[in-house]
């Protein structure tokens, strides 16, 4: 396998930064500006993932892409094995923190969780799209939770993030990912808190992202890759269904990590959709 590389170029273009309140700490990358555009990263990942959305989509927004609690250096929540609304009240503590109000949060994989819990409980905001969504085991028995945490759980204590990075990260790529591709995925996963990790691997067997769905109103944008292997279309298209007013696509030729793996169509749909919103 390649090895992984110690340094990624998205550390110097687009620098970690933290901001600190009376009890936490958050870290997070950003750049542009103009209206708010919140990226929520998925389980395996972090904030250094969204170079490509840093990169594509500053021109006309400021876009933000936070750490998770117990990610980078944001601090975890204090309950061991959290649900996604604990997550969601930490996005909203950055966000005053910070002064902005999103114009449009983004959603992948178990950033859906709390992208859709946030939604659920802030009727004023003017977007969501969830990308790859993880749907969650919040509606299911405890048996079925520990059967999809466990195995998760089992994977970081024993093989620790560089371990799990030359294991898995490979997984969330189509087999015709590039070099470039891969060596994202592969560092934002060697970067792992394993603590931060363990508790969202909680957090997938506790939240229910469809349960929370009906609560949203406004417009929302399901996409997945058609090559995607770990939350498939055929589980993608049900959280669609469940919003009262969105719309799926499907983003031909790539992988679980959509965003990373062809910055380019995945930039083009969300801008797409923002365009067809404002008329």
Known sequence: ???????????SLFPLQTVETKDRVFSYRDSGHGPAMVLLHG???????WIHQLEGLASNHHVIAWDAPGY?????????????SEYAAGLEVLITTLGIKPAVLIGHSFGALTAG??????????MLILADPANGYGAVDEETHASKRDPRIDAMRSLGPAGLAEKRSGALLSAEASPEARAIVKWN???????GYIQAAHVLANSHLIGDAPSYAGPVLV??????TVTPEAVCRPVAEAYPHAEYRSLPGVGHASYIEN???FNAAVLDFIAGQHG
Request: proline share 11%.
């Open 117 to 126: 819990s946030y939604a659920s409980t802030h009727s004023e905001l003017p």
């Open 263 to 265: 910055g380019s169509q």
């Open 72 to 84: 980078g250096e944001t601090t975890p929540v204090t309950n061991a094995s959290p649900v996604a």
């Open 1 to 11: 396998m390649d090895s992984i590389p110690t340094e990624h170029p998205v550390d």
């Open 189 to 195: 996963m060697s970067k792992l808190n394993p603590a």
């Open 223 to 228: 996409m997945c890759g058609s090559e995607d």
């Open 43 to 49: 389980i395996g990942s972090g904030s250094g993932s």
